[in-house]
């Protein structure tokens, strides 16, 4: 792309200021940062003064915006040169240009001078019929039939007045539905007023029963959720949905209205005029067969642009919950990834990660060797001084806990502690090129097991090891542009990595490579030298690294830990750059650097203004002395582990009004689903999150959160569980419950025999995806023909 103008540059700062409420030198500053070479975690965290405090939230919209308006710039200089090289380019029409605000705006502009095949109405302008349309829109007075006959020319084509009249009325179709005033006007409308209605496609009621709900269904477009919207997509992509946008609640005064605005814009009217009518008929296919259609296609594409947008939102929030999720920490682990007939996967590792044994047991169906399974583990258990129980919750995993429970009590001395965690993305990653680098020699199917035991002890450095996409946490995360998600979930799993610190030491080249500036090929440098020369002692020991050269240092040096180093500050957030400001600090205080870090009650009595000079602020003062208060630390939470009910492992187990225990799997627009142990999630609706009223479920509710929920309704045929937090709510009696439940159809994706996600399919054993719900946000707004949402009405308090 060409380098854009001062003035233009200001422009883009100016409008990016307004949209992310700051000042437009902040944002030319970060601009100019980005350009360089900084990274969104380098720059919010290490360039407070040089941007004025903007946050990484700032930042990352700064950064995705920055991009959408360049190109805006680059294609609007690109339709300039187009138009002008045509010899088209009025002063005028180079204002208009110039002062569209948006792609869309953009290339209406540009409709009537794209190059395109050559059309009807090219044909008949080639014929000579343009002085026909124009002579009739000018005297409607004149007989159209009578007017044509003075163009016809059989050696032109023109057989017959009626042939030339079809050929003037494509020259005025053709020039309305590239007039972009009137197509900016009528998109306005649309977008305000059309309903998307869905009928299901002739024959295929029974094929596309999961779309039930949407065999014959309609509502305002402007207030349709995104995740019901991709729902309609998905059914229309598998040929079971038909969709339309419909001008308004009554279609033919919508369509009378469209009509009417471009017979406006023509400046034509109905007084009874001999060529009225048929100049009439002409707008009204304009509408009908030309302007309609594309504006249709236009507002589904901004629709979906837009649902993408928030469901790519909605996947990122839930993976970055899940990311920072609190670790276990350095304790031997026990992982087992549960099976039926092929066995359970056993994988021991040690309070570092390492793996140190594994094995196969068969305690279920058809085998059943339970005894035998239990001596397994209590064997590994004991030889290796196992802390911890790590059950991946896919298939048989309810059947795998209670072994689990039977070793406990058969090792009390052990004093072992077992979880059921989220196996989302491990065969992904079994079958990964990472997995076969760190265990070339381990059977594609016991890696799974490791997974499972190591994200337990730390999340973070296990989870970055996957496919953003593959962890499943997303809404329809299959149905949105995979280059925005990729895009999106990577800039997350950044941010997480960063915000929480590395520990180059111990790092996986995996966890290395999100730092900000390494590249996976100098992670894997770091963790070549380190392997070959031992421990990094110092932070600047990491420019002996190939090709790890001064402004990667610069980026990724104040992520990296060394604990145990030569350099105590090597162990914090700060800064090797900032390193002169804590000498300061040490040599105004009289204190040796090791007593003064960690001495939180001295650094408190520290005033930051005290040590700013030129170069360093107040913010980053700030910054130094909350790190030498508490070196190192870790912003994810205390650890903790949900109980699940003894005896409640299926969904047939459940009975109304159970109270339960369980851990927040995905939240969506709709609301949150939780694992309560029964190998399938139930619903909890927004409506029925909270006793107050809730706009979003993550203000009240994230990804790995243990919650208490009662089960409200249970319908095992669809395994559909609709739970509540409020736990006073009480069922809504069957006799007035409405058959079905609704959710948005179409959730499941991509599972294997094991119940896993297949690479590419989404990962975990909810196949990927929310399954998606149903209803509005607001609780006094149920969706229609909901049992789910006629109970929790029911149940409202007053």
């Not at 290339?107 to 019929?129: F, H, N, S, V, W």
């Not at 600047?540 to 610069?554: A, I, Y």
């Not at 029925?688 to 979003?696: E, H």
Request: charged share 30%; hydrophobic share 40%; proline share 5%.
């Amino acid at each position: 792309m060409p380098e854009l103008s001062p003035a233009l540059a200001r422009k883009i700062a100016q409008t990016i200021a307004g949209e992310i409420g700051a000042q437009r030198a902040q944002v030319e500053a970060a601009v100019g940062l980005l350009d360089e070479g900084a990274t969104v975690p380098f720059i919010a965290r290490y360039r407070k003064e040089v941007t004025g405090g903007l946050d990484d939230t700032q930042l990352r919209d700064l950064e995705t915006r920055l991009g959408y308006l360049r190109e805006l710039e680059d294609r609007r200089a690109a339709i300039l040169a187009s138009i002008d090289e045509q010899g088209k380019l009025s002063d005028e029409l180079r204002a208009d240009i110039e002062g569209a605000d948006s792609k869309a705006r953009l290339e209406d502009l540009y409709l009537p001078y794209k190059p395109k095949r050559r059309t009807r109405a090219q044909i008949a302008r080639e014929a000579g019929l343009e002085p026909l349309a124009d002579g009739l829109l000018a005297d409607p007075t004149q007989v159209p039939e009578e007017f044509a006959l003075r163009f016809v020319d059989a050696d032109k084509g023109v057989a017959d007045p009626k042939a030339a009249l079809e050929g003037a009325r494509a020259i005025l179709l053709e020039r309305w539905g590239e007039d972009a005033a009137l197509i900016g006007e009528l998109r306005d409308w649309l977008a305000d007023c059309g309903l998307i209605r869905s009928k299901v496609v002739e024959g295929k009621e029974a094929a596309g029963e999961k779309f039930r709900d949407y065999f014959d269904h309609a509502e305002p477009l402007a207030k349709i959720p995104s995740h019901r919207l991709l729902a309609l997509f998905r059914g229309r992509r598998e040929e079971f949905l038909q969709l339309e946008l419909e001008p308004g609640a009554d279609v033919e005064a919508g369509n009378a209205y469209a009509e009417g605005r471009v017979a406006l814009k023509a400046g034509i009217r109905n007084v009874g005029r001999a060529a009225d009518a048929w100049l009439l008929n002409a707008c009204r296919l304009a509408w009908r067969a030309k302007l309609q259609l594309h504006l249709m296609l236009d507002l589904f594409a901004q629709a979906r642009e837009k649902a993408e947008t928030e469901a790519i939102a909605v996947f990122g929030d839930n993976l970055e919950d899940l990311m920072l999720a609190a670790p276990a920490g350095p304790k031997a682990v026990l992982g087992l990834d549960p099976g039926l007939r092929t066995g359970v996967k056993v994988a021991v590792v040690d309070a570092t990660g390492k793996l140190v044994a594994t094995d196969t047991i068969y305690p279920h169906e058809p085998r059943r060797q339970w005894d035998q399974s239990l001596a397994t583990l209590r064997k590994l258990c004991t030889a290796h001084g196992v802390q911890l129980v790590a059950i991946g919750n896919g298939t048989a995993s309810r059947e795998t806990d209670r072994l689990a429970a039977d070793l406990l009590r058969l090792a009390p001395e052990l004093a072992m502690q077992k979880i059921v965690v989220s196996e989302a993305g491990a065969s992904v990653y079994s079958a990964s090129e990472t997995a076969a680098r760190e265990f070339p020699d381990l059977d594609v199917s016991l890696r799974g097991a490791v997974s499972i035991a190591r994200r337990l002890q730390d999340p973070l450095a296990e989870l970055v090891k996957i496919e953003p996409k593959a962890i499943g946490v997303g809404q329809y995360q299959h149905d949105v542009d995979q280059s925005r998600l990729a895009r999106a979930l990577d800039a997350r799993v950044e941010d997480c990595v960063n915000a929480v610190g590395v520990h180059v030491n111990t790092a996986s080249g995996a966890l290395l490579s999100r730092v900000s500036g390494l590249s996976a090929t100098v992670a894997a440098n770091i963790v070549a030298h380190r392997d070959a020369n031992g421990p990094f002692r110092r932070r600047q020991d990491l420019l002996k690294v190939p090709r790890l050269g001064g402004k990667t240092f610069e980026q990724c040096a104040g992520f990296l830990r060394i604990a145990d180093g030569d350099e105590p500050l090597d162990a914090s957030a700060v800064h090797p750059e900032a390193y002169p400001v804590v000498e300061r600090i040490v040599k105004a205080c009289g204190r040796d650097v090791r007593a003064l870090v960690g001495d939180a009650s001295f650094v408190r009595t520290l005033k930051a203004g005290d040590y700013v000079d030129e170069r360093f602020g107040e913010p980053t003062v700030r910054d130094i002395l909350a790190e030498l208060e508490k070196p190192g630390r870790d912003p994810r939470p205390e650890f903790k582990a949900a109980k699940f009910a003894e005896g409640v492992e299926d969904i047939k187990d459940l009975r109304e009004g159970m109270i339960l225990e369980g851990v927040v799997s995905n939240v969506a627009a709709f609301g949150a689903f939780v694992d309560i142990g029964v190998h399938q999630d139930g619903l909890v609706h927004i409506s029925a999150l909270s006793d107050r009223y809730v706009k979003d479920p993550r203000d009240v509710v994230k990804a790995g959160d243990i919650v208490k929920v009662k089960v409200l309704e249970v319908d095992v045929a669809r395994k559909r569980i609709a739970l509540t937090r409020r736990l006073d709510d009480t069922p809504a009696p069957r006799e007035e419950r409405q058959p079905g439940a609704r959710r948005d159809a179409g959730a499941r994706d991509g599972r294997d025999e094991r119940g896993r996600g297949r690479p590419g399919g989404g990962g975990g054993r909810r196949g990927g995806e929310a399954r998606a719900g149903g209803g509005a946000a607001r609780p006094a707004s149920p969706p229609p023909n909901s049992a789910l949402a006629e109970a929790f009405a029911r149940a409202r308090k007053p």
